[in-house]
């Protein structure tokens, strides 16, 4: 039977753990500790005192900073961070709480789990490509397309944070995410490697598929060469990118069917690397991917010309231009983690369930076309579709545009930030301000909004209030006023038909 044992940490706190290694990384050994609340991970390597210094500031000042702020709760589903530091036999290690129960896979596999991975941790990599998806995966382990969405405005988030506090991960990747797409959860893990320019470099160059292009083609280089391009805020823009695109069109954005070098490494650098191209490059179309060279598993996802990567929208559209193009060789024009979130959750507002029942991802983004389909089952809207242009106050009396839209299916909600443009989705909401204002529902072949909550909800064309617990008809070209305040929205309704 394994020993336990027992040790303080470096602040003086109590820790335990099972001698038996449940988990093994690249660089650390992983233990639970007796009731298997937390976990704790062991260098194998001596640490030298720039590493030592690095996870006293990871589990002290850089987590206070995160973690004791208004809304530090919010952090603790969106991080697996270390919150102490241990020593033992010589080793330098750090503990961790427990993943999630939604972390673990409870079906696993098609086939009774004939890859056994039940039970196994839900790494982000099992989700990022059609083969997994279209010929491994159980069902019920995949989710749908909109869970991808708030696992990725999650992410988002996470990194946003991450960076504001002027931190990198510095080896974001799918095996660094945890994700479940059965609730939309996401967990970034391994922060003991962050980032913190001109104090702590980075341990290492990043997980292929994710290493930005200026990393790769500069690593022949020798440390201290201050051409050498290091992991930094930059490479993990490019990092989030790829994770977004893999995400939601399970494919590689630079893997296409273009061959650099006949040396399969040298090749792997420059696809890579410094002649790293965008595989659906609007004009530069000599990376585009070969589809005679893809296996049945992987279509149609793996095959751009089938699936695009407009299908996820306009607002992504021109982030995955400006990271896959204007910036995949110009770290500065990079989008930024934050302006990924506004365009998700934009991207979001515009999503609709796809009315056939046997769609596998259920959900698509409107393309603002006057006949409505799902581009993965080809399904036509049928009926008629509601689509609220939103409009703000900038002073008073005068509204305008905020290229913002939201489409409305039977019970939707409508909240606060749909109403104000000043109110934002995020960490900081209180209870009250994420609850909704307002519901949609299709009755009697009528499309109508239920006032809930509003207090200054007026019908602008009839000029008359819609007072709390009543409804207004959503009509061609009806104007609702939702909120007389500063930065209160203005609903332009127009009726698609199909």
């Known amino acids: 039977m394994a020993n336990t044992i027992k040790l303080k940490a470096t602040d003086g706190s109590p820790v335990e753990f099972v001698d038996t290694i449940i988990g093994a990384g690249g660089m650390k050994d992983v233990y639970f500790s007796p009731d298997k609340s937390y976990v704790v991970a062991f260098f194998r390597d001596q640490q030298d005192f720039n590493a030592r210094d690095r996870l ?12 004791n702020q208004q809304g530090g709760d919010y952090w603790k589903d969106l ?43 839900k790494e982000g990599k099992w989700y990022a490509s059609a083969k997994n998806q279209n010929k491994f995966l159980a069902p019920q382990e995949r989710g749908d397309w909109f869970k991808y969405f708030q696992i990725l405005i999650n992410i988002s988030r996470a990194v946003h944070r991450l960076h504001a506090a ?21 967990a970034i893990i391994d922060i003991d490697g962050l980032v913190v320019p001109g104090k702590y470099p980075p341990d290492v160059m990043g997980t292929p598929d994710f290493i930005a292009p200026e990393v790769i083609a500069t690593k022949h280089l020798k440390m201290g060469d201050p051409a050498r391009q290091l992991p930094k805020i930059s ?48 004009t530069d179309k000599s990376n585009r991917v070969k589809v005679k060279d893809l296996q049945p598993s992987q279509l149609p996802q793996g095959d751009p010309a089938k699936i695009p990567y407009t299908v996820c929208g306009p607002y992504l559209k021109k982030l995955f231009d400006k990271a896959f193009i204007d910036g995949l060789h110009h770290p500065n024009l990079r989008p930024t983690a934050d302006e990924w979130l506004q365009a998700l959750l934009k991207t979001v507002d515009l999503m609709q369930p796809c009315q056939n029942p046997n769609c596998w991802h259920k ?16 399904t036509e809207y ?26 409305v299916y039977h019970n939707q909600y409508l909240y606060l930030w749909h109403v104000n443009r000043n109110i934002s989705p995020n960490e900081k909401l209180t209870p009250e301000q994420k609850r909704p204002v307002g519901y949609f529902v299709l009755h009697n072949n009528k499309w109508l909004l239920v006032n809930q909550r509003l207090n200054d909800m007026e019908d602008r064309t009839e000029g008359k209030k819609i007072p709390v617990n009543q409804a207004v008809e959503l009509t061609e070209g009806k104007q609702i006023l939702l909120s007389k305040e500063d930065g209160g929205r203005l609903i332009l309704v127009q009726l698609v038909k199909n």
Request: charged share 20%; net charge positive; aromatic share 14%.
């Open 56 to 67: 006293t500031n990871i589990t002290g000042v850089y987590r206070d900073r995160i973690f």
């Open 363 to 378: 959900w698509f983004v409107f393309d603002n076309t006057t006949k409505p389909k799902c581009p993965f089952c080809g």
């Open 166 to 186: 002027g931190l990198a991960h510095s080896d974001l990747s799918y095996k660094n995410v945890l994700i479940d797409p059965t609730s939309g959860h996401a």
């Open 382 to 407: 049928r009926g008629l579709l509601p689509v609220l242009n939103l409009y703000s106050s900038r002073r008073a009396g005068a509204y305008t545009s905020d290229d913002y839209r939201l489409m």
């Open 79 to 121: 991080y697996c961070w270390p919150v102490k530091m241990v020593e033992y036999n010589g080793k330098l290690g750090v503990v961790c709480p427990t993943y999630q129960p939604h972390f673990f896979f409870s079906t696993g596999s098609i086939n009774n789990d004939f890859l056994g991975i039940k039970g196994k941790e």
């Open 235 to 282: 490479t993990d823009r490019h990092a989030l990118a790829v994770l977004i695109y893999m995400y939601l069109l399970y494919r590689h954005p630079l893997r296409g069917g273009k061959v650099w070098d006949t040396d399969p490494v040298k090749d792997e650098d420059l696809s890579m690397g410094a002649n790293a191209l965008f595989v659906e490059h609007p």
